[in-house]
C-alpha cells in the first residue's frame, strides 16, 4: 500500500482514539485536513512550487506512523545539541512524543512553554484561536499535518511580558529499527509588546529513515519581538518539510533564521504577513550542504498594509552532489504603499556535480515601493585565495576561511552570545574552520 | 516683480507661513535668512509652485501677474527659477538633454522656434566656462553621483542657460567648500544684471560675503520679522538668532 | 540630437497613429483551419511537397497540443475556426520595380513614415514588407546580391533557395515546440528570409515592415535568418495595425542561427494595435524567436514593445557554441489594459559562453508587465557567465509589475549576477522638470527614455529615434 492509502486508512483508527479528547473544533480541522490531503496527495514536481525538489523517493518508503516514546535517552545523550551555558526552557521530543523528563517546561502567569498537547486543556482558549488559523490549510502537507498532528512546542507570551530565558525545542530521532513519519506541530503566540527569543532543532541520532513534516503557527502582536532560530542538521536518512507561517502585528519585528545543514532533502516554506504598518521582518539562513542531499528554500512575504519592511539574506555553499533550491515570492498588494522589501540569494557552488535552481519572484502592484532582489552565483575570489596562500595559509584553510566570511552576515542578527556562539561554532566545524586560530569577528 | 502680500501656507494641517509680505524689484538683491523651520523652504517651494503645499492665504504677483493658478512648468517659463537644496537625481537623462529641453520648452511657450544644436553649444560651453566645469560633465546623468559641490554648480549652470528673471538661491551654500562657493558666487555676479532680481535664502552670512545683498530679511515662525541692509546680515551672524527671538518678546 | 527635440514636441496625440485601414483589393480565403487551407495555401504558393508534408506533419502535432495557461495573462482564446489563413493584396504577379506595387500600399507606407523610395534614398536600409500575409515588396535587392547576400520573402526563398530553407527552417524552434509555432508551421503564409555568405559584412540595415491590414485574419509570419561563418548582419522588424474592436492574432516565429564567428543583431519595435482604453480589441502577440550560436557567434536581441493587448514573447539564445555571446535588450511598455509577459533564456551549453539581459519594464494605466526569464548552466558549460538586470516602474497603483527569473546552475565554474528594482517616477523629480519649465508629460517621456537608455543605445539610430517617440506616445497621460 502506498504511504499516501496508508495514512487514509489509519486516519480513521486516529479518530477512533482521540475523540471524546478532542473538542469538536479541533476533529472538524482534522477531517477537513484529512479530505484537502486525500484529494491532493503529496506534492510532486509536476506542480510549480515544487518543480525542483522531488518528494517520491521520501514517500515511497515504509514508515511506521505511529509515534513511539524511546525513554532510554538521558539528559547527556541530547545536551550536545542545546545551547548551554545559558538557563533555558527546554521542551525534549522524541520520535515524535514529548519527553517531560527530559524538558523543563513553564507555566507561569505571564506565559507558557509546554507540549501543544497540554494546550489543548490548560490554554485551550488560545489554542483554539490560533489553532489553523494562520497556516494556509490547503496546502496538502499543511493538511496532512493538521490531521493527525498533536505533539510540538506551545509557546504563549502574554501582553507585556518576556520571556527571561531562551526556549530551546528539540526534536530528536532514534528509533533504530523502523523508518518513522511524524506530524509536529508548533504554535507560538506573542501577545502585544511582549518577547520571546526560540531555538527550534531537528537532530536524527539514527541511521533508520526519518520523515518529519512540521508546521508553525507564529502570531506576533503588536510592538511584540519575535526570533526563532531553527537549526536544521539531520543526518543523511532523514526528510524534513517545514512550514512556517508568521503573521505580525502593527511596529513588532521578527526573525527567522534558518541553519540548513544536511538531511536527504529539506524543504522549508516560510510565509509571512503583516496586519499592522511599521512592522519588520527580517529572513536569515544558511545553506551548508554536502552529499547527495538537497535544500529548497520557498519563501512568500505577503505585504498587503503599507510601511512594512521585510529583508532575506539567504546564503548557500553547496558541496560534493548537493543540490539548493530558492524561490523567493514577495507580494506587494496594492495599498501596500511605503513597502520596503529586499532580498539577497548568494550561493556557491563547490563542485561540477552541486546544483543550484534559484527564482527570485517580485509580484508589486502598488508604485510607491522600494524593492529589490539580487542573487548571485558563484565561486570563492581565485585572488583572494591566491592572497592569502601567499601569506603563508594553505589553500584548504584559505577556502574554509572564506567560506566563512561568505556565511558570516547571516549571523548578524543573533544577539545572545551564547547562542551566537553556539551557531558561529557550528558553522565553523561544518566548514571545517578552526575558530582558535582564525579569530573571526563576527 | 515679485510681490508677496499677506501670504499664509499650511502644510498637512500646519500653518508654517502666517502672513509675509515680501516685495523685491528689478536690480536687488534680496537675502532671507533666519532659523531652521522658519519657513525659508517653504517660502520657495511655494514660489515655485509646489503643489505639496497649501496656500490659505495671500497672494503672489509676478510682473504684475497673479502667478497662482499657474502650474510649475508656467511661472517657469514667466521667468522664476529656483535653485534646489538638494537637486534631484534623474538616471539616464544626461545634463545636455535635460537642459535642451527646458530651454526649448520656454521658448515654445514664448512662441519661438527651437534653438538650433550649434547655437545651443556654443551657450553651454560659454556658460560651463564661466562655472568652471569640465565638458565631460554634460553627458553624465543629471545629479545622478555628483558630489554636493557638482550639483550646486549643475543648479548654477541651468540657471545661466535659462536666463530667468527672479532667481531664488534655496540654501545653494550648504555642502559647499570654500573654492565651490566662490564659483557659485561668481556665477551668480555675473549673471546679475539691472533687468533680473535673486532671493537669497541662507542660514549663515558665509555665502553673502561673495553675493552682496541690496536687503536683508530676517524670516521667523513664519513672519518676516525684520528688514534691513547688509549689515543685518553680519549682526545676525555676530549675535545669533537668539538675539531676535528675545527682541520679539 | 534636433530629432530628439522634435520627438518631445511632437508629443500630441494619444490616439494610435497607426490604426487607419488601407482599402485594397485582397485575396482573402474563407476563414477556417483544416488541412484543405493548408493545402490551399501550400498551393497558392506553389510550394515543393516536403514542405506541404512539413505543415502537415505540424498539423497533426499541433492538433493534439493545448493553448499554454502558465504565462500570467488573461484573455479570451482566439477561435482559430473564425480566422482566415490566407490574405494577400491583389496585384500583378511579379513586380519588375517598386513602381508597379498598388498605390494605395505605397500611400499605406508613407503613413507609417517608412516610404520606400525616402527609405531607399536616405537611410541605405533594405526593406522587406509584409501586409497581412503575404511579402509584397523588397528593396536593394540586387546591391545586396552583388555580395552574395540573400534578402528576399520566405516564399520566394522556398522557390529560389530550398536547400538553405530546407536545411535550417525548424531546426532552432521544433515545428511542435509549442502551441503557437505548431500552428505558425502548419499555415506560415510569408516572412523574410535571409543568408549572410562567410565572411561578410552586410553593409545596410535589413529590415523587415510587418502590418495586418485585413479584418479577420491573423498573421503567421515565418522569418529564418542565417548567417554563415564570420559574417554580421543587423536586422530590425517593425510591425502596426489597424484599429479594430476584434482580437486579431499574430503568432509568428523567427529562427536565427549564428554559424562560427557569425555575430546577428536583431531589433524589433513592435507595436502592434494595443486595443483602446477600456481594453476593447488589439493583437495578440504569441511569438516564439530563437536563435542559435556556434563557437565565437554572437546573437543580440533588443526590443522595443509597445503595442499589443496581449503579448507573450521570449527571444531566446541557444548557446551551443564554445565562447558563443548572447544578449537581450528589452523595454516593455503597458499601459491601459495591456498585458505582457515576455522576457528571455539564455541556454548555456558550450564553454565560456556569455549572456547579458537588461529588461526595462514600465507598467500604467491598468495594465499588467511580466518579465520572464531562465538563465540555465548546463553540466558542460565551463565559466559561464550571466549577468540579468531587470527593473521595473510603475506609474499608477492600478497597474502591476511581476519579475519571475528562473536560474537553474549545474556547473561551479559558473557566474551569475542578477538584479532587480521597482521604483516609480518621483514626484521630486516631475517638480524639478516642471521648475525647470518641462510640462509633465514631457518630463516622463524625459524620464522614462532615461530610464531605458540601456536599451535604447542598442538600437540603430534611427530607430531608436521612432522607439522613443512610441515610448513618450504610448504613456502619454497615464500621470497626474
Redesign the interface.
Known amino acids: 500500500m502506498n504511504l499516501k492509502d496508508k495514512l487514509i486508512n489509519s486516519f480513521e483508527q486516529f479518530t477512533q482514539n482521540t475523540n471524546g479528547s478532542e473538542s469538536e473544533d479541533v476533529r472538524t480541522k482534522r477531517a477537513e485536513g484529512m479530505a484537502i490531503f486525500a484529494a491532493q496527495g503529496f506534492p510532486t514536481m509536476k506542480e510549480e512550487e515544487w518543480k525542483y525538489t522531488p518528494l517520491n523517493k521520501s514517500i515511497k518508503r515504509d514508515y511506521h506512523l505511529k509515534s513511539h516514546e524511546n525513554t532510554s535517552l538521558r539528559s547527556s545523550d541530547i545536551d550536545p545539541f542545546l545551547c548551554t551555558g545559558i538557563d533555558s526552557y527546554r521542551l525534549v521530543f522524541v520520535n515524535g512524543v514529548f519527553n517531560k523528563s527530559l524538558s523543563n517546561i513553564a507555566c507561569q502567569d505571564t506565559f507558557f512553554v509546554t507540549n501543544l498537547k497540554d494546550a489543548y486543556t490548560g490554554e485551550s482558549e488560545v489554542f483554539n484561536q490560533y489553532f489553523g488559523k494562520l497556516a494556509d490549510t490547503q496546502q496538502s502537507m499543511v493538511a496532512l499535518n493538521t490531521a493527525f498532528a498533536q505533539e510540538g512546542a506551545f509557546v504563549y507570551v502574554k501582553a507585556g511580558a518576556v520571556v527571561d530565558k531562551l526556549v530551546q525545542i528539540i526534536y530528536i530521532n532514534n528509533d533504530k529499527s523502523e523508518a518513522q513519519l511524524s506530524q509536529v506541530r508548533n504554535l507560538f503566540v506573542v501577545e502585544d509588546r511582549a518577547e520571546v527569543q526560540i531555538l527550534e532543532r531537528h537532530q536524527s541520532l539514527t541511521e533508520a529513515y526519518a520523515f518529519t513534516n512540521v508546521v508553525t503557527e507564529t502570531s506576533v502582536g503588536k510592538e511584540a519581538h519575535f526570533k526563532h532560530f531553527k537549526v536544521q542538521n539531520n543526518l543523511d536518512e532523514t526528510t524534513l518539510v517545514d512550514s512556517t507561517f508568521v503573521r505580525q502585528g502593527a511596529k513588532s519585528s521578527t526573525l527567522v533564521d534558518t541553519f540548513a545543514f544536511g538531511g536527504d532533502l529539506t524543504r522549508n516554506n516560510l510565509h509571512f504577513e503583516f496586519s499592522g504598518e511599521h512592522a519588520e521582518a527580517n529572513m536569515d539562513a544558511i545553506t551548508l550542504l554536502k552529499g547527495d542531499t538537497i535544500v529548497d528554500h520557498h519563501t512568500f512575504v505577503d505585504h498587503a498594509v503599507p510601511n512594512c519592511q521585510s529583508n532575506q539574506l539567504y546564503k548557500g555553499i553547496y558541496d560534493e552532489k548537493s543540490k539548493g533550491v530558492f524561490n523567493g515570492k514577495v507580494m506587494v498588494r496594492k495599498d501596500a504603499q511605503k513597502t520596503n522589501a529586499f532580498q539577497q540569494n548568494n550561493n556557491l557552488l563547490l563542485t561540477d556535480l552541486a546544483a543550484i535552481d534559484t527564482k527570485p519572484q517580485l509580484e508589486i502592484f502598488a508604485d510607491d515601493v522600494a524593492c529589490s532582489h539580487g542573487c548571485t552565483i558563484g565561486q570563492l575570489d581565485d585572488e583572494a585565495l591566491f592572497y592569502m596562500q601567499s601569506r603563508g595559509i594553505p589553500i584548504k584553510e584559505a577556502k574554509a576561511f572564506l567560506m566563512f566570511a561568505f556565511a558570516g552576515d547571516t549571523l548578524k542578527n543573533i544577539t545572545i552570545p551564547e547562542l551566537k556562539e553556539q551557531l558561529i561554532n557550528l558553522v565553523a566545524k561544518k566548514l571545517n574552520v578552526n575558530l582558535e586560530l582564525n579569530e573571526l569577528d563576527l | 516683480m515679485l510681490k508677496i502680500q499677506d501670504l499664509k501656507v499650511e502644510i498637512e494641517g500646519k500653518e508654517i507661513i502666517k502672513g509675509l509680505n515680501l516685495e523685491i524689484k528689478k536690480g536687488e538683491v534680496h537675502a532671507i535668512m533666519g532659523p531652521n523651520g522658519a519657513g525659508k523652504s517653504t517660502l520657495s517651494a511655494v514660489i515655485a509652485g509646489r503643489d505639496e503645499y497649501e496656500v490659505t492665504g495671500g497672494t503672489i504677483e509676478f510682473d504684475g501677474k497673479d502667478i497662482m493658478d499657474l502650474a510649475p512648468e508656467e511661472r517657469a517659463h514667466a521667468g522664476v527659477f529656483l535653485s534646489f537644496q538638494y537637486p534631484v537625481e534623474i538616471p539616464g537623462v544626461s545634463v545636455t538633454n535635460f537642459i535642451k529641453t527646458a530651454i526649448n520648452e520656454s521658448r515654445k511657450a514664448k512662441g519661438l522656434e527651437a534653438m538650433e544644436a550649434k547655437d545651443l553649444l556654443k551657450l553651454m560651453r560659454e556658460k560651463q566656462q564661466l562655472l568652471e566645469m569640465d565638458k565631460a560633465f554634460m553627458s553624465r546623468s543629471i545629479n545622478e553621483g555628483f558630489s554636493g559641490g557638482e550639483k550646486k554648480r549643475n543648479e548654477i549652470f541651468q540657471m545661466a542657460m535659462l536666463d530667468p528673471k527672479l532667481a531664488i538661491l534655496d540654501e545653494t551654500d550648504s555642502g559647499l567648500d570654500i573654492d565651490a562657493l566662490r564659483i557659485v558666487a561668481n556665477g551668480v555676479n555675473k549673471l546679475k544684471s539691472e533687468d533680473n532680481a535673486v532671493m537669497v535664502i541662507t542660514h549663515y552670512q558665509r555665502l553673502l560675503d561673495h553675493i552682496v545683498p541690496d536687503f536683508v530679511h530676517v524670516l521667523f515662525d513664519g513672519k518676516i520679522v525684520k528688514s534691513g541692509d547688509k549689515n543685518l546680515a553680519l549682526e545676525l551672524e555676530d549675535k545669533g538668532y537668539d538675539w531676535i527671538k528675545q527682541e520679539l518678546k | 540630437?534636433?530629432e530628439?527635440?522634435k520627438i518631445?514636441?511632437e508629443v500630441t496625440n494619444t490616439e494610435y497613429k497607426y490604426g487607419f485601414v488601407t482599402d485594397i483589393e485582397s485575396d482573402t480565403i474563407s476563414k477556417g483551419l483544416n488541412e484543405d487551407v493548408i493545402r490551399l495555401i501550400s498551393m497558392k504558393k506553389n510550394e515543393p511537397e516536403w514542405l506541404l508534408d512539413w505543415r502537415l506533419d505540424a498539423f497533426k502535432k499541433f492538433k493534439e497540443m493545448t493553448e499554454p495557461e502558465?504565462a500570467n495573462v488573461t484573455y479570451k482564446k482566439p477561435d482559430l475556426q473564425s480566422i482566415s489563413y490566407y490574405s494577400a493584396p491583389k496585384q500583378k504577379k511579379t513586380l519588375e520595380s517598386l513602381d508597379e506595387v498598388d498605390p494605395e500600399l505605397l500611400k499605406t507606407f508613407d503613413k507609417l513614415g517608412i516610404s520606400l523610395e525616402e527609405q531607399k534614398r536616405l537611410s541605405g536600409v533594405a526593406v522587406d514588407i509584409v501586409v497581412d500575409s503575404v511579402s509584397v515588396a523588397t528593396s536593394f535587392k540586387e546591391k545586396l546580391g552583388e555580395l552574395g547576400i540573400i534578402f528576399c520573402s520566405i516564399s520566394e526563398a522556398i522557390q529560389e533557395h530550398p536547400e538553405l530553407v530546407k536545411k535550417y527552417i525548424g531546426s532552432v524552434v521544433p515545428k511542435t515546440d509549442n502551441f503557437y509555432s505548431a500552428l505558425n508551421s502548419a499555415v506560415f503564409t510569408d516572412g523574410s528570409f535571409c543568408y549572410i555568405p562567410k565572411g561578410t559584412r552586410c553593409p545596410m540595415e535589413l529590415s523587415t515592415y510587418f502590418r495586418i491590414n485585413q479584418a479577420g485574419t491573423g498573421q503567421f509570419e515565418r522569418t529564418l535568418l542565417i548567417a554563415d561563418e564570420g559574417s554580421y548582419v543587423s536586422y530590425l522588424e517593425g510591425c502596426t495595425a489597424p484599429s479594430r474592436d476584434e482580437n486579431q492574432l499574430h503568432a509568428a516565429v523567427v529562427e536565427l542561427i549564428a554559424l562560427d564567428k557569425a555575430e546577428i543583431k536583431y531589433s524589433t519595435v513592435q507595436n502592434w494595435y494595443p486595443g483602446d482604453k477600456e481594453g476593447k480589441g488589439g493583437v495578440f502577440n504569441f511569438v516564439t524567436k530563437r536563435g542559435i550560436c556556434h563557437n565565437h557567434a554572437k546573437i543580440s536581441w533588443t526590443q522595443v514593445e509597445t503595442g499589443s493587448a496581449v503579448t507573450w514573447k521570449y527571444p531566446s539564445c541557444i548557446l551551443k557554441g564554445d565562447y558563443s555571446i548572447g544578449e537581450f535588450f528589452s523595454v516593455a511598455v503597458t499601459n491601459n489594459h495591456q498585458q505582457a509577459d515576455t522576457g528571455t533564456k539564455m541556454i548555456h551549453i558550450g564553454k565560456n559562453t556569455k549572456s547579458t539581459i537588461i529588461s526595462k519594464g514600465i507598467s500604467a494605466g491598468k495594465s499588467d508587465g511580466n518579465y520572464r526569464g531562465l538563465v540555465k548552466i548546463m553540466?558542460g558549460a565551463e565559466n559561464a557567465r550571466n549577468f540579468s538586470q531587470c527593473d521595473?516602474l510603475?506609474?499608477?497603483?492600478?497597474?502591476?509589475?511581476?519579475?519571475?527569473?528562473?536560474?537553474?546552475?549545474?556547473?561551479?565554474?559558473?557566474?551569475?549576477?542578477?538584479?532587480?528594482?521597482?521604483?516609480?517616477i518621483?514626484?521630486?523629480?516631475l517638480?524639478?522638470?516642471?521648475?525647470?519649465?518641462?510640462?509633465?508629460d514631457?518630463a516622463i517621456g524625459?524620464?522614462v527614455?532615461?530610464?531605458?537608455?540601456?536599451v535604447l543605445n542598442q538600437l540603430p539610430m534611427e530607430f531608436a529615434v521612432e522607439a522613443q517617440k512610441l515610448l513618450s506616445l504610448s504613456l502619454e497621460g497615464s500621470v497626474g
Open positions: 540630437m534636433t530628439e527635440d518631445l514636441h502558465w553540466k521595473s510603475l506609474m499608477g497603483d492600478t497597474c502591476g509589475s511581476h519579475t519571475f527569473p528562473y536560474i537553474e546552475v549545474k556547473n561551479k565554474t559558473a557566474r551569475i549576477e542578477h538584479e532587480a528594482t521597482t521604483s516609480k518621483g514626484e521630486d523629480q517638480f524639478y522638470c516642471n521648475q525647470r519649465g518641462i510640462g509633465t514631457e524625459l524620464i527614455n532615461g530610464y531605458c537608455k540601456d
